[in-house]
């Protein structure tokens, strides 16, 4: 009898998952952007924007950190909602959300594949949860995908498309080529196209109009790269295997969420051809539709020279671009399978039914996204992704808020910074400042010794300054001294720790407060 209750249980049906696991992503996120503790990267974008009183001062604020202008200028508008970081983080939770309900409501999907993405890796911690520019490149690709059909009416949203991700991060250039050579080859190579757009009247208004959006967001964006030209560092051998296999590491990446260990050959090697073989499944996989493929291979060309030549990338955030064109192209081969070329229907590994077919790859892979997605969300709930939060809440109840605070190293202080809503005095700068300023800053070592020489300097100009809070970053603090201990003395002041906060995800943002006291003679 009991067996023949439980199989009489109507489980819900698909439209149930379809508007349920949205909402329990969107909900997750909220919750989350209340809770997540902002790090350097993230907290040195709301400062950029915070501290500047108009878009001129936007420009110059923002224009050292090699990025261009969209994401700081998004922060701004933005900024007021609740002054206070929160306002970010409700942004980039709305960008986020939206990049999701999106890919929901048009891609082609099937429920297994849309619920192991929006859950994974990407979508749900590193385009989510923390908060940097990513998750526009995120959100207008898949915006790009879902309007592709218009493009026998228009271009102008394309060239938005275009424009946009052009000033949103140097990575996104590789997503702005992969859509105009798409958009460009296709108008060569099917006439179709052709005949369809130019059956609206005002096509040659729309397309100039089109060319020009595109150009002058695309020339604005370069303006903005092209203010740290000098910081590049051009790859000095053209040839360069290790290097290239490297690259190489960044594309299994994408894939599989493990970056190969450079320093072993034979680890290079193996994820080298684990990745050709993803390659040519996803190629197989998408080439009955040409414009997928051109898609995919101008994005994963551009990219691929960028990353070998200009920058290689130095975390999952920068490799998650060939993740966003893998799943880009598939969607835009399965949208358009009634338009696609007659291929030989020849069987091989990579075929229907076959070890290699790239459905059954792309489940895999996105079963590993998935898992480390939910990983490091429910890591995110338990331990702080910085000690900078609780730092300043810390400075804060203690009523110390207000006092002279010293502190080093500036491009990691500037999370305690943020959340105190204040300057600090740090010796990069020679003066006062909350966030890295990469233009002015000099370089200065962590040893303690050049520490305590920086706090001599900052009481010989400001003698009247007798007792002052020093903030140490993990790597800059004083190793031998702990809460509790004696004072140690150096020459004309004495320093006494006081507390130290280490729950966090990062090394980088555990952070020691410490009393300076000037020794009067």
């Not at 990049?99 to 429920?111: D, K």
């Not at 900052?458 to 809460?483: A, G, Q, T, W």
């Not at 509790?484 to 150096?490: A, I, Q, T």
Request: hydrophobic share 45%; aromatic share 18%.
């Amino acid at each position: 009898m009991e067996f023949k209750r439980i199989n009489q249980i109507q489980l819900p049906d698909q439209r149930f998952y379809e508007i349920l696991l949205p909402i329990l992503f969107i909900i997750i996120g909220l919750i989350g952007a209340f809770n997540h503790a902002l790090w350097r990267d993230e907290m040195q974008g709301w400062l950029v924007a915070w501290q500047s009183d108009n878009l001129i001062d936007l420009w110059k604020n923002n224009a050292p950190s090699g990025h261009p202008i969209l994401w700081s200028l998004l922060i701004y508008f933005s900024k007021n909602i609740t002054g206070t970081p929160i306002s970010m983080q409700l942004m980039h939770w709305f960008l986020g959300s939206s990049a999701i309900l999106i890919f929901w409501r048009y891609s082609p999907f099937n429920l297994t594949t849309k619920a192991l993405f929006t859950f994974g890796y990407f979508p749900f911690w590193e385009y989510y949860f923390v908060c940097r520019h990513y998750v526009i490149a995120e959100l207008i690709i898949f915006t790009f995908c879902s309007i592709y059909h218009l493009k026998e009416k228009t271009y102008i949203p394309f060239s938005l498309c275009i424009g946009l991700l052009a000033n949103t991060q140097a990575l996104s250039w590789s997503l702005a080529f992969a859509i105009g050579m798409t958009l460009v080859l296709d108008w060569i190579l099917n006439p179709n196209q052709r005949k369809n757009y130019k059956s609206n009247k005002n096509w040659i208004l729309d397309l100039t109009s089109s060319i020009a959006i595109s150009s002058t967001l695309l020339c604005f964006g370069a303006f903005s790269l092209l203010q740290v030209r000098d910081s590049v560092k051009l790859l000095s051998s053209f040839i360069d295997f290790r290097h290239f296999l490297r690259v190489i590491g960044q594309l299994f990446g994408g894939y599989m969420l493990i970056i190969p260990n450079s320093s072993r050959f034979f680890d290079l090697v193996l994820c080298a051809l684990i990745t050709l073989i993803l390659l040519v499944s996803t190629v197989t996989f998408i080439k009955f539709y040409r414009p997928a493929l051109i898609y995919f291979f101008s994005g994963f060309i551009f990219l691929f020279i960028f990353n070998y030549f200009l920058f290689l990338g130095d975390g999952s955030r920068h490799y998650g671009y060939y993740f966003l064109l893998i799943i880009s192209s598939v969607w835009l081969a399965l949208s358009n399978q009634d338009q696609q070329l007659i291929f030989s229907t020849h069987q091989n590994l990579f075929t229907k039914g076959n070890l290699f077919h790239f459905p059954r790859l792309l489940t895999i892979c996105l079963t590993i996204h998935l898992v480390v997605g939910i990983h490091m969300v429910i890591n995110d709930f338990r331990i702080p992704y910085s000690s900078g939060k609780e730092t300043a809440q810390y400075i804060q109840n203690k009523g110390w808020e207000d006092l002279p605070i010293f502190a080093t190293r500036d491009v990691e202080v500037a999370t305690v910074s943020g959340y105190l809503d204040r300057e600090f005095y740090l010796p990069e700068l020679n003066g006062f400042g909350s966030y890295a300023q990469w233009a002015n800053r000099l370089i200065l070592d962590r040893s303690n010794t050049k520490t305590f020489d920086e706090i001599q300097v900052y009481l010989d100009k400001f003698p009247n300054v007798d007792k002052l809070l020093l903030l140490l970053s993990n790597r800059s603090s004083i190793k031998n001294l702990e809460p509790g201990d004696e004072p140690l003395y150096v020459e004309k002041f004495s320093v006494i720790a006081d507390s130290k906060f280490e729950n966090s995800f990062h090394d980088s943002e555990k952070f020691y407060l410490y009393w300076v006291q000037r020794i009067v003679d």
